[in-house]
């Protein structure tokens, strides 16, 4: 069992940046793959990145790649996602989340299954990119 808790939401302006943080707890011990999605009002859980336990391995989604960085530091057990130049259309929850699997099964998975891919999740921290 892995225990995510979110934070560095909050309320930005557009052509804001913003560092999102998923801190892990739990077992910790074991290898997991990271990932952070996120979920407009109204729509459906999106992917947005994932990165692999070593950290060397990532995986972006499409639209996502240029302005998302996603990072990890496994001494603090905390995954990072970097927003640059957001957008209203960026305000949505932000999810982490962890999945036991190795790596290339993790992001098979992602992409055939979205967001039923992981195992593990935080409650998320709101982001609010007003114009």
């Known amino acids: 069992q892995v225990l995510l808790v979110e934070s560095g939401g909050g309320s930005v302006q557009a052509g804001d940046s913003l560092r999102l943080s998923c801190a892990a707890s739990?077992?910790?011990?074991?290898?997991?793959?990271m990932a952070w999605f996120r979920q407009a009002p109204g729509k459906e859980r999106e992917f947005i990145a994932a990165?692999?336990?070593?950290?060397?391995?990532?995986y972006f989604a499409d639209s996502m790649k240029g302005r998302f960085t996603v990072s990890r530091n496994n001494d603090e057990n905390t995954v990072y996602l970097h927003m640059d130049n957001l957008t209203p259309e960026d305000t949505a929850v932000y999810y982490c989340?962890?999945?036991?699997?190795?790596?290339?099964?993790?992001?098979?998975?992602?992409?055939?299954?979205?967001?039923?891919?992981?195992?593990?999740w935080g409650k998320g921290t709101l982001v609010t990119v007003s114009s």
């Open positions: 990165i692999s336990w070593s950290g060397s391995g990532t």
């Open positions: 739990g077992r910790t011990d074991s290898l997991y793959a």
């Open positions: 989340a962890a999945d036991p699997n190795p790596w290339s099964q993790v992001v098979a998975e992602i992409q055939f299954r979205g967001a039923n891919a992981m195992d593990f």
